[in-house]
């Protein structure tokens, strides 16, 4: 199975995300609440390269593919912005007391915790980010 | 999203409603600054009507809870939906705050 969705690098796009992931993850027998923890970890992505990805006015595309094969659910994010590997990033430090944790660093973290695994490829001037996760379905 | 202040027995009661994204979450943080440059020391966010909260968002939460705590004050969440929770937990901050299961627990 498969859906794709292009967005725009406008923060306004991200409004068009979570009608697509509920569409297919009713279509697919995903449940609800995964649904939204997935749109947790493809907003900050996505956002993430709307922030920082280009440093032109020009519209650009951002197209997301989704697949489920085999129970497992693989998001594919294909841009050309600036090269950008969010798996670079080090991870928060959960254990410091809240007063003392950085307010940034977070998002890239809960890709890591939402999905089973987080890859990037840069390819032909284009950033790949491959988020997948084992739905046991 | 969309949020209310109510006041009740001492507490700022902050209702919000909707999605807090990456779209918003500087409308929602307007609101709670509001209330704290406002002077209130005892705020509650109440979360019965948001049904998706994105990182940008739970910033808005961590910030508020610092700024309370360096104010002496405290900050309270109500009523989250089992979802919502869920993406709290994920984010490692569930344990930071307090949290009651609704209004009518707050003491």
Same mark, same amino acid.
């Given at each position: 199975m498969e859906s794709h969705i292009t967005l725009e *690098?406008?923060?306004?796009?991200?409004?068009?995300?979570?009608?697509?992931?509920? /569409?297919l993850g009713e279509a697919w027998g995903l449940p609800a609440a995964s649904m939204l923890s997935f749109n947790v970890a493809l907003? /900050?992505?996505?956002?993430?390269?709307?922030?920082?990805?280009?440093?032109?006015?020009g519209t =650009?595309?951002?197209?997301?593919?989704?697949?489920?094969?085999?129970g497992v659910l693989r998001f594919v994010l294909?841009?050309?912005? =600036? /090269?950008?590997?969010p798996t670079r990033r080090p991870p928060p430090d959960l254990n410091l007391p809240a007063e003392e944790r950085p307010i940034g660093g977070l998002g890239i973290y809960m890709i890591h915790k939402i999905m089973d695994r987080v890859e990037y490829h840069r390819? *032909?001037?284009?950033? =790949?980010?491959?988020?997948?996760?084992?739905?046991?379905? | 999203m969309t949020t209310q202040v109510d006041f009740s027995n001492?507490?700022?009661?902050?209702?919000?409603?909707?999605?807090?994204?990456?779209? *918003?979450?500087?409308?929602?943080?307007?609101?709670?600054? /509001?209330v704290m440059d406002a002077g209130h020391k005892k705020i509650v966010i109440d979360c019965s009507g948001m049904n998706y909260i994105s990182s940008s968002g739970l910033r808005v939460f961590l910030i508020t809870h610092k700024r309370m705590l360096a104010a002496g004050g405290s900050l309270t969440l109500c009523s989250l939906q089992p979802g919502i929770a869920e993406i709290f937990e994920i984010s490692g901050l569930f344990s930071i705050f307090t949290m009651v299961p609704d209004r009518a627990a707050l003491s």
């Open positions: *690098n406008r923060m306004e796009e991200l409004g068009r995300m979570p009608a697509w992931l509920e /569409e907003e /900050e992505a996505v956002s993430n390269i709307i922030l920082y990805g280009y440093d032109d006015p =650009h595309q951002i197209e997301l593919q989704a697949t489920l094969q085999d294909r841009d050309d912005g =600036h /090269e950008f590997d390819i *032909n001037s284009y950033n =790949h980010l491959i988020l997948t996760k084992n739905t046991g379905t | 001492g507490y700022a009661i902050v209702s919000v409603e909707g999605r807090v994204d990456t779209t *918003n979450y500087l409308d929602f943080e307007k609101s709670l600054t /509001e």
